[in-house]
């Protein structure tokens, strides 16, 4: 997905929804160990049981994929896969868009 096709998904996502949107990408920040968070261990815990087919590391590094975010976040939050790729890749856009132009 493109980050245009992104925001033309996003168009069309209630408003009250992209809180759950961000809540389910930073959930699976966590659940990936891009970062962690004390207060949050034990639903980390949980997720790591409860979906071990989508946590891959190598040499101790997250393994991050498009797909089992998405995977991930529509697991947690019940939303459609395509709102959830778009947020993901607005996401990373906005986290990375000096790194990739």
């Not at 168009?11 to 966590?30: H, I, M, N, S």
Request: proline letters at 4%; glycine letters at 6%; aromatic letters at 8%.
């Amino acid at each position: 997905m493109n980050i245009v096709e992104a925001k033309r998904i996003m168009e069309g996502v209630p408003r009250d929804q992209v809180g759950a949107l961000d809540a389910a990408l930073e959930r699976y920040k966590r659940f990936s160990g891009i970062y962690t968070m004390d207060e949050l261990a034990g639903e980390l815990a949980a997720d790591r049981v409860t979906f071990p087919h989508l946590l891959k590391f190598n040499d101790g590094m997250p393994v991050l994929s498009d797909d089992r975010c998405v995977e991930f976040m529509v697991a947690v939050s019940g939303l459609p896969a395509a709102w959830c790729a778009a947020w993901n890749e607005i996401d990373f856009m906005d986290e990375h868009a000096d790194l990739v132009s």
